[in-house]
């Protein structure tokens, strides 16, 4: 079982609940060593003076500001030590707001939280249930690893999420990055129709599983194939993609395409519902972001699926 990375308490209000913090996402990516070629040699990285190639100690190290020009504001870690966040161990929430209001770009990382003892079952399910009804996330700061950071708690499947977010003046906006865009006509009626009838064709219940990391499968895949000796086979490029020349026809084509694959089992889906149990039908309305599901009846529920 992991171990958590923070421990403290969710505070709302005067209800104080000691909670932990876990990481609910793992890093799935393979990491390699760097070798000179040829040989078994490691490569390491040195922290070297520049202008006399000597390797310097940690301790000898401090940081430098870029003014510009080639000058620097030297500061002693001490003095980033003196101003650092205090280590509250308290997730104050603030203040709550529609979770549909977070745009995803503030998103950062995702945690659970749990109590932290059994004893404070009582409260902290009392707060997951009602952020739950409500339908809304706790806004919060707090520190971890001697920063802070601001964040949204929310309800998930029977357990808490914490959410770190952006800060607002960390985000940068589209023309400040790319510059200038261009002039974007205005759509024909009949292409945003077919546009819009594509979008449909195409949408299904969300299902995070049906997607899966293909790049890290090569890379294991290629490790094996060298660990045995064997010779190594690589997939055709794919054709490059044509060049649009008739909007409307490019997007006609593509919904007939759908039609005629899977259009039909999200159709057998929606059909499907009257066999679902309402705790199926509620989950599913969780899946698909249906507000006000948990003061629905089995019936309503079924209704508002078929509308989604």
């Given at each position: 079982?992991a171990r958590p990375?923070?421990?403290?308490?969710?505070?709302l209000?005067?209800v104080t609940?000691?909670?932990?913090?876990?990481?609910?996402v793992?890093?799935?990516?393979?990491?390699?060593?760097?070798?000179?070629?040829?040989?078994?040699?490691?490569i390491?990285?040195?922290?070297?003076?520049?202008?006399?190639?000597?390797?310097?100690?940690?301790?000898?190290?401090?940081?430098?500001?870029?003014?510009?020009?080639?000058?620097?504001?030297?500061?002693?870690?001490?003095e980033l030590?003196?101003?650092?966040?205090?280590?509250?161990?308290?997730?104050?929430?603030?203040?709550?707001?529609?979770?549909?209001?977070?745009?995803?770009?503030?998103?950062?990382?995702?945690?659970?939280?749990?109590?932290?003892?059994?004893?404070?079952?009582?409260?902290?399910?009392?707060?997951?249930?009602?952020?739950?009804?409500?339908?809304?996330?706790?806004?919060?700061?707090?520190?971890?690893?001697?920063?802070?950071?601001?964040c949204?708690?929310?309800?998930?499947?029977?357990?808490?999420?914490?959410?770190?977010?952006?800060?607002?003046?960390?985000?940068?906006?589209?023309?400040?990055?790319?510059g200038?865009l261009?002039?974007?006509?205005?759509?024909?009626?009949?292409?945003?129709?077919?546009?819009?009838?594509?979008?449909?064709?195409?949408?299904?219940?969300?299902?995070?599983?049906?997607?899966r990391?293909?790049?890290?499968?090569r890379?294991?895949?290629?490790?094996?194939?060298?660990?045995?000796?064997?010779?190594?086979?690589?997939?055709?490029?794919?054709?490059?993609?044509?060049?649009?020349?008739?909007?409307?026809?490019?997007?006609?084509?593509?919904?007939?395409?759908?039609?005629?694959?899977?259009?039909?089992?999200?159709?057998?889906?929606?059909?499907d519902?009257?066999?679902l149990?309402?705790?199926?039908?509620?989950k599913?309305?969780?899946?698909?972001?249906?507000?006000?599901?948990?003061?629905?009846?089995?019936?309503?529920?079924?209704?508002?699926?078929?509308?989604?």
């Amino acid at each position: 079982m992991a171990r958590p990375v923070w421990s403290g308490a969710l505070s709302l209000g005067l209800v104080t609940v000691p909670v932990e913090l876990y990481p609910a996402v793992a890093d799935h990516t393979i990491h390699f060593h760097q070798f000179e070629r040829g040989t078994s040699d490691r490569i390491r990285n040195r922290r070297v003076n520049e202008r006399t190639g000597e390797e310097v100690d940690k301790d000898e190290i401090v940081k430098g500001y870029d003014l510009g020009g080639g000058d620097h504001v030297l500061v002693e870690p001490d003095e980033l030590d003196e101003i650092a966040p205090e280590r509250s161990r308290r997730i104050d929430i603030e203040q709550f707001v529609e979770l549909d209001e977070i745009d995803p770009w503030f998103f950062d990382k995702t945690y659970w939280l749990k109590p932290a003892k059994e004893d404070f079952a009582k409260a902290y399910g009392l707060l997951l249930q009602a952020m739950d009804r409500s339908e809304k996330a706790g806004v919060a700061k707090f520190v971890l690893r001697g920063k802070e950071y601001l964040c949204a708690v929310r309800a998930g499947e029977d357990v808490m999420v914490l959410n770190t977010l952006h800060f607002a003046a960390d985000l940068r906006k589209p023309k400040d990055v790319m510059g200038g865009l261009p002039k974007l006509p205005k759509a024909r009626p009949k292409e945003l129709d077919m546009a819009l009838a594509l979008v449909d064709e195409m949408t299904a219940p969300w299902k995070p599983e049906d997607f899966r990391d293909e790049y890290s499968g090569r890379v294991e895949k290629l490790i094996k194939a060298k660990k045995a000796g064997k010779e190594i086979t690589h997939e055709e490029e794919p054709e490059p993609s044509a060049d649009v020349v008739d909007l409307f026809e490019a997007l006609s084509r593509s919904v007939k395409n759908r039609k005629g694959g899977g259009g039909a089992k999200k159709q057998d889906k929606r059909q499907d519902l009257g066999d679902l149990s309402k705790s199926d039908l509620d989950k599913l309305a969780r899946e698909q972001g249906v507000k006000g599901r948990s003061k629905m009846t089995r019936a309503q529920l079924e209704k508002a699926l078929k509308a989604s």
